[in-house]
T-cell receptor, first 112, second 112 residues
Framework: GESVGLHLPTLSVQEGDNSIINCAYSNSASDYFIWYKQESGKGPQFIIDIRSNMDKRQGQRVTVLLNKTVKHLSLQIAATQPGDSAVYFCAEKDNAGNMLTFGGGTRLMVKP | DTAVSQTPKYLVTQMGNDKSIKCEQNLGHDTMYWYKQDSKKFLKIMFSYNNKELIINETVPNRFSPKSPDKAHLNLHINSLELGDSAVYFC???????????FGSGTQLSVL
């Protein structure tokens, strides 16, 4: 079947560096993508979203890039801080579906 | 004020018991969901209700029964609990079916 994302790998970065978290999706009908952050013991928290008519969207310290040609989504975090340590999920919805399908998540660890 | 609140936070119970998890949202959203997160952090949708009407019912054992008394509440009742039901259960809500989700803080269910 079609799937989103990756199994739970870990990305370790130094405080102050930029982080890039990647996500691959396989459903070409997906037209809406979201990045979520989940801190330990909490529920996923919305970070940023992007629709398929866009290639890039920026928020505060975060940027999401969408490459529909290769079905790839990335989350860039500038000047990573200890508070950014969490598990990050990409999620997608297709243009007909009602479900938000989540990828497997990436654990980001920020070293002081 | 908590936007999406679910209780209890922790639930420890014996196999074969029946238990309920409650969820309430004060965001005025039309759609509510239940997600299950396994030990590998994988998030999978279980149910979705829109205006108290069931619209998504993924492959979930019929021991799981959602109930939506009104638009702001979606409770999850589980009969005859099994070891494999141990997971973190998240309630979520969204303004519409295809919009971003707001999650509760989760209920960690441990079946002994």
């Amino acid at each position: 079947g079609e799937s989103v994302g990756l199994h739970l790998p870990t990305l370790s970065v130094q405080e102050g560096d930029n982080s890039i978290i990647n996500c691959a999706y396989s459903n070409s009908a997906s037209d809406y993508f979201i990045w979520y952050k989940q801190e330990s013991g909490k529920g996923p928290q919305f970070i940023i979203d992007i629709r398929s008519n866009m290639d890039k969207r920026q928020g505060q310290r975060v940027t999401v890039l969408l490459n529909k040609t290769v079905k790839h989504l990335s989350l860039q975090i500038a000047a990573t801080q200890p508070g950014d340590s969490a598990v990050y999920f990409c999620a997608e919805k297709d243009n007909a579906g009602n479900m938000l399908t989540f990828g497997g998540g990436t654990r980001l660890m920020v070293k002081p | 004020d908590t936007a999406v609140s679910q209780t209890p936070k922790y639930l420890v119970t014996q196999m074969g018991n029946d238990k309920s998890i409650k969820c309430e949202q004060n965001l005025g959203h039309d759609t509510m969901y239940w997600y299950k997160q396994d030990s590998k952090k994988f998030l999978k949708i279980m149910f979705s209700y829109n205006n108290k009407e069931l619209i998504i019912n993924e492959t979930v054992p019929n021991r799981f029964s959602p109930k939506s008394p009104d638009k702001a509440h979606l409770n999850l009742h589980i009969n005859s609990l099994e070891l494999g039901d141990s997971a973190v259960y998240f309630c979520a809500s969204s303004q519409a079916l295809r919009e971003k989700l707001f999650f509760g803080s989760g209920t960690q269910l441990s079946v002994l």
